[in-house]
């Protein structure tokens, strides 16, 4: 009975730390990957791309798409990030899926970049970043929730030139 309960609360806390570590909480087509992994995680993108993360010393965490048989840097490497998630999420409701690469920069910073593919072109472009201290959500409706450590959140809207206005 006591290997069973400690079982449980083993399993309960490598859940919870998994959970932590999350900078974009809620998505389902999501993958990130720590700093000094050897492996090399990819999502399929809904426009046909997929999004490959990968680690190199002295580079860091890299971001790299694949489309049309090409390979290439879809951002700057993070070199001294802990980890990277990145996801695919119509943020905006405009109808358009944009690619969020999330960082975790230190134990209490975590930063954002939304990226949007522009009419007619093929390329995704930044449209806004944005700085946490712990995690972001995307509840779906054109607004993103902020968290601190605490696990409190504030609520602000993504506006059309990609600021955020609290609410």
Do not use: H
């Given at each position: 009975m006591k290997i069973l309960l400690s079982l449980s609360i083993l399993l309960l806390v490598v859940f919870k730390v998994s959970l932590g570590q999350e900078i974009i909480k809620g998505m389902t087509n999501t993958v990130s990957l720590?700093?000094?992994?050897?492996?090399?995680?990819?999502?399929?993108?809904?426009?046909?791309?997929?999004?490959?993360?990968?680690?190199?010393?002295?580079?860091?965490?890299?971001?790299?798409?694949?489309?049309?048989?090409?390979?290439?840097?879809?951002?700057?490497?993070?070199?001294?990030?802990?980890?990277?998630?990145?996801?695919?999420?119509?943020?905006d409701g405009d109808g358009k899926q944009?690619?969020?690469?999330?960082?975790?920069?230190?134990?209490?910073?975590?930063e954002i970049k939304i990226y949007k593919k522009p009419e007619f072109e093929t390329l995704y472009k930044q449209w806004t970043a944005f700085t946490g201290v712990q995690s972001f959500e995307f509840p779906g409706d054109g607004n993103v929730k902020l968290y601190d450590m605490k696990g409190k959140s504030g609520l602000f809207k993504v506006m059309a030139d990609g600021q955020l206005n609290e609410l």
């Amino acid at each position: 009975m006591k290997i069973l309960l400690s079982l449980s609360i083993l399993l309960l806390v490598v859940f919870k730390v998994s959970l932590g570590q999350e900078i974009i909480k809620g998505m389902t087509n999501t993958v990130s990957l720590v700093k000094k992994s050897a492996k090399l995680p990819s999502i399929k993108n809904k426009d046909g791309s997929t999004i490959v993360l990968s680690y190199k010393e002295p580079d860091g965490l890299k971001v790299m798409m694949g489309k049309n048989g090409k390979n290439f840097p879809f951002c700057d490497p993070y070199p001294n990030a802990l980890m990277v998630q990145v996801a695919e999420f119509d943020v905006d409701g405009d109808g358009k899926q944009e690619i969020l690469v999330g960082a975790r920069t230190s134990t209490e910073t975590v930063e954002i970049k939304i990226y949007k593919k522009p009419e007619f072109e093929t390329l995704y472009k930044q449209w806004t970043a944005f700085t946490g201290v712990q995690s972001f959500e995307f509840p779906g409706d054109g607004n993103v929730k902020l968290y601190d450590m605490k696990g409190k959140s504030g609520l602000f809207k993504v506006m059309a030139d990609g600021q955020l206005n609290e609410l």
